[in-house]
């Protein structure tokens, strides 16, 4: 399995951006689908976003075309650019790895801690 820390998160003001990392410890990550998950207060975790091994993306509605999923497998690195960020976004975002696409958090293998976004408005 792989080890997940992501970094990035912030208070932010409603419109601006952030970009969230997760970096990957071993040396199989590029098998490995990725995927996004948060959590707000007093709610139950949702998938927002995932990228399989091969670089296939898919959303939920209420981040497409506001978020962006990407890679980078040299650096063991998936990231979330995360744009035109709106109060409803304010969540504990977690980073996933598994090794079946589509991304079901019932299939995760690793999960990553989480990094705290908070968007005022």
């Known amino acids: 399995q792989v080890q997940l820390v992501e970094s990035g998160g912030e208070l932010v003001q409603a419109g601006g951006s952030l970009r969230l990392s997760c970096v990957a410890s071993?040396?199989?990550?590029?098998?490995?689908?990725m995927g996004w998950f948060r959590q707000a207060p007093g709610k139950e975790r949702v998938f927002v976003a995932a990228i399989s091994s091969s670089g296939t993306t898919y959303y939920r509605d209420s981040v497409t075309g506001r978020f962006t999923i990407s890679r980078d497998n040299a650096k063991n690195t998936v990231y979330l650019q995360m744009n035109s960020l709106k109060p409803e976004d304010t969540a504990v975002y977690s980073c996933?790895?598994?090794?079946?696409?589509?991304?079901?958090?019932?299939?995760?293998?690793?999960w990553g801690k989480g990094t705290q976004v908070t968007v005022s408005s």
């Open positions: 996933a790895a598994s090794l079946t696409f589509p991304l079901l958090a019932t299939r995760v293998a690793s």
């Open positions: 071993g040396r199989t990550f590029g098998s490995y689908a």
